[in-house]
């Protein structure tokens, strides 16, 4: 198989640059065959993992390793400190002028994450909505504290049972900015993300990874484990004093900061991590399954993938 040949030099056309997103659940995979496609294709990763973003949350959000980062120029790793301000709409830019800048030089570029939300905007963009009111939003913010999250969910539950299939019902955040949307428009948060996609200046191939649950769930049960034997609690130790900060409002460390609080002991907080991980991996295959251009592939399907890229992509030389 041959790499790339780079032969234009200017900006090129929208009918040969192509973006390949590679999505799927959580241990799936992803880092692994992102590296592979990327090496074989002569081309660059961004990654679209939302937690990923934050350098001091190496070890609980599973960075590509070392080598693999080595073997491939990456973006939007460990970028970011966990008391920095970012977002969605932020990525969306930021991810656009970095395209804009590998574009003139590879023909294919690979997106890659399980952040659904993320993926979606670079892809289509982010959907016109509301910006928030700070009374809401300090309102909302005082029931989670006087009534938990729990109040949270039921009221999101109330107002929106469409979004409350896809997104991450123990992220606070997420839970307080669909319920700002809600209350302010009077309309479901989840139909106003649904607007028509922005033009883009690339292509957009999309191949999704997909396993058996009961291997997925074994891979994710693994993979926690060797997240903890590799230092994990250490880190989280290190982060505690964010832990308000929104980066840290994630899934695992907020289950290791309650053992830390002395709410929960060790072997439950391992445990509850295990679990919410295998509840969000099938939330993410609710939303990806949702989109009908993604084209499904077994985790050792490289080969194939590189086949479908190859014919979409007209820079591509056999």
């Given at each position: 198989?041959?790499?790339?040949?780079?032969?234009?030099?200017?900006?090129?056309?929208?009918?040969?640059?192509?973006?390949?997103?590679?999505?799927?659940?959580?241990?799936?995979?992803?880092?692994?065959?992102?590296?592979?496609?990327?090496?074989s294709l002569k081309t660059e990763i961004l990654s679209a993992d939302s937690r990923q973003f934050y350098m001091e949350m190496k070890i609980g959000t599973a960075f590509p390793s070392d080598e693999q980062l080595a073997m491939v120029p990456h973006h939007f790793i460990g970028h970011l400190h966990v008391t920095d301000n970012y977002n969605v709409s932020r990525f969306e830019k930021d991810a656009l002028d970095r395209l804009d800048v590998l574009f003139n030089t590879y023909p294919v570029v690979i997106l890659t994450g399980g952040s659904g939300l993320y993926l979606h905007a670079v892809c289509e963009g982010i959907d016109i909505l509301p910006d928030p009111d700070p009374e809401l939003r300090a309102e909302l913010k005082e029931l989670l504290a006087t009534r938990g999250i729990e109040a949270l969910q039921e009221k999101l539950l109330e107002l929106d049972p469409v979004y409350c299939q896809v997104i991450d019902m123990n992220n606070a955040s997420r839970l307080v900015r669909a319920l700002e949307v809600c209350i302010t428009t009077g309309l479901p948060y989840s139909s106003l993300r649904n607007q028509k996609p922005r033009p883009r200046q690339f292509t957009v191939l999309k191949l999704g990874l997909e396993l058996d649950r009961n291997e997925l769930n074994q891979r994710i049960n693994e993979r926690v484990d060797q997240m903890l034997a590799r230092g994990w609690l250490?880190?989280?130790?290190?982060?505690?004093?964010?832990?308000?900060?929104?980066?840290?409002?994630?899934?695992?460390?907020?289950?290791?900061?309650?053992?830390?609080?002395?709410k929960m002991f060790y072997r439950d907080a391992v445990e509850k991590i295990k679990t919410n991980t295998r509840r969000y991996a099938?939330?993410?295959?609710?939303?990806?399954?949702?989109?009908?251009?993604?084209?499904?592939?077994?985790p050792g399907d490289v080969s194939l993938m590189l086949d479908m890229i190859r014919k979409e992509s007209p820079s591509q030389e056999e």
């Open positions: 198989m041959k790499g790339i040949q780079i032969t234009v030099k200017a900006r090129m056309t929208i009918e040969n640059k192509l973006l390949v997103v590679l999505c799927g659940p959580t241990a799936s995979g992803k880092t692994a065959v992102a590296v592979e496609l990327a090496n250490d880190e989280a130790r290190d982060l505690y004093k964010f832990r308000d900060c929104n980066a840290l409002n994630t899934l695992g460390y907020k289950e290791i900061f309650e053992h830390f609080a002395e099938k939330r993410q295959m609710t939303w990806f399954r949702k989109d009908k251009d993604i084209h499904w592939f077994k």
